[in-house]
């Protein structure tokens, strides 16, 4: 059963203050690792797919990485409008289209 | 172009009533999808439809959830005889096959 965990369940940083979120996992076999923003009473918007150990993926402040166990949501230099709930979710290779979530990162920015 | 669209944005019924909840997926998206996130928690997989086909419903809680895909477009998840744990928010969301999933607002149901 893919397993996502998620840490810390919440982190309060001041406007420019560079910080990680972590994802840890337990898939068989990775098809992709997902990054999701969730802004209250909305749905998750989609920020980036990683496929294996080794990527980075960037977008703007947030820069993303990928290892066999663990990914990361690093954020540089982080404003107010960054403030969500950061989600991460694995699609194993038994799972087609399921998507196993993380309870989410609750990330806020004070000015 | 348009994403993902979820009907009723809200929706509060009383115990043991009947309720739909509608999905209009990106258009040329095969595959859509049904969450339902609990308050706090992540969202947690529900059914998968490739085309009018379930290809995996393992995500479904009982026998009072159901949903269908008649055309291959719009879906509708039907709840009999609905129960307060049966409220939280209903993620719908749609892809090409094997691609990035888009989400929709949600729909937010609440069982009095």
């Known amino acids: 059963e893919d397993q996502v965990t998620q840490s810390p369940e919440a982190l309060r940083l001041q406007e420019g203050e560079s910080s990680s979120l972590n994802c840890s996992y337990t898939?068989?076999?990775?098809?992709?690792l997902f990054w999701y923003r969730q802004d209250p009473g909305k749905g998750p918007e989609f920020l980036f797919t990683?496929?294996?150990a080794g990527e980075e993926k960037e977008k703007e402040r947030l820069k993303a990485t990928l290892t066999k166990k663990e990914s990361f949501l690093h954020i540089t230099a982080p404003k107010p409008e960054d403030s969500a709930t950061y989600l991460c979710?694995?699609?194993?290779?038994?799972?087609?289209?399921?998507?196993?979530f993380g309870q989410g990162t609750i990330l806020t920015v004070h000015p | 172009g348009a994403g993902v669209s979820q009907t009723p944005s809200n929706k509060v019924t009383e115990k043991g009533k009947y309720v739909e909840l509608r999905c209009d997926p990106i258009?040329?998206?095969?595959?859509l999808y049904w969450y339902r996130q609990s308050l706090g928690q992540g969202p947690e997989f529900l059914i998968y439809?490739?085309?009018?086909?379930?290809?995996?419903d393992s995500g479904l809680p009982n026998d009072r959830f159901f949903a269908v895909r008649p055309e291959g477009s719009v879906s509708t998840l039907k709840i009999q005889r609905t129960e307060r744990g049966d409220s939280a928010v209903y993620l719908c969301?749609?892809?090409?096959?094997?691609?990035?999933?888009?989400f929709g607002p949600g729909t937010r149901l609440l069982v009095l």
């Open positions: 969301a749609s892809s090409s096959p094997g691609e990035t999933q888009y």
């Open positions: 898939v068989s076999g990775l098809r992709g």
């Open positions: 990683l496929y294996s």
């Open positions: 979710a694995v699609q194993g290779g038994t799972s087609y289209g399921k998507l196993t």
């Open positions: 258009s040329g998206h095969t595959a």
């Open positions: 439809f490739q085309g009018t086909g379930a290809a995996d």
